[in-house]
């Protein structure tokens, strides 16, 4: 194994300990936490190393007869020295997040203890990963806009709309047009010619 295999792995495997709810309610779970900790919660508030320590014990996932985060596709990157980066998803209750943290290392004794945390819910519906694609929403034909659902529009110019009717050169109405709004575009639409 190389430097970066085996610093990825550590890094792993105290995310894992963060996870077993023997580790989270005992001295173990603060060690693993670096001094200068911050965690951005789903609702982006700010949680600091004391106010993680403090809750560690009481957070969901916890108790040893409770409900457990489930890991899946656990990935790292040794991004420095002493610095890894680890994503992957949970699944905690019936509720899938995708997680995001910074493990550091600052000398042996220490060892490697989390930096930084930010756990995002998945809505569902969502692919369990990357690799699997989304169907595209259907699109709605509006007047020289493509509409999308959800509130996504993009204005089609006419080089969009005519890709092989190229003006042969430029004219001034075509530089007094830009700004416009629509009556200038169909203007300048109409006064392409071919090549």
């Known amino acids: 194994m190389n430097d970066e295999t085996d610093a990825v792995n550590q890094a792993i495997a105290g995310e894992l300990s963060l996870m077993d709810p023997a580790v989270r309610s005992s001295a173990e779970g603060a060690r693993l936490i670096d001094p200068e900790f911050v965690e951005v919660g789903a609702s982006g508030r700010r949680y600091t190393y004391e106010e993680t320590i403090a809750g560690l014990p009481d957070k969901p996932g916890s108790a040893v007869d409770g409900p457990r985060y489930e890991p899946s596709e656990i990935t790292g990157v040794l991004l420095a020295p002493g610095l890894v980066h680890l994503t992957f998803e949970t699944v905690f209750e019936g509720r899938r997040a995708r997680r995001s943290s910074l493990w550091r290392k600052r000398d042996e004794e220490t060892g490697w203890r989390m930096y930084y945390h930010q756990g995002t819910p ?11 694609t989304v169907a595209e929403p259907p699109r709605t034909r509006c007047r020289r ?41 169909e203007a300048w639409a109409g006064q392409w010619s071919d090549p």
Not at 122 to 132: A, F, H, M, N
Not at 147 to 170: C, E
């Open 122 to 132: 998945v809505p569902p519906g969502l692919p369990t990963s990357d690799k699997e």
């Open 145 to 185: 806009r493509d509409v999308w659902p959800y509130g996504r529009r993009y204005a089609r110019s006419p080089l969009q709309q005519h890709p092989l009717q190229l003006p042969s050169r430029p004219r001034r109405s075509h530089i007094a047009a830009v700004g416009q709004g629509d009556r200038a575009v």
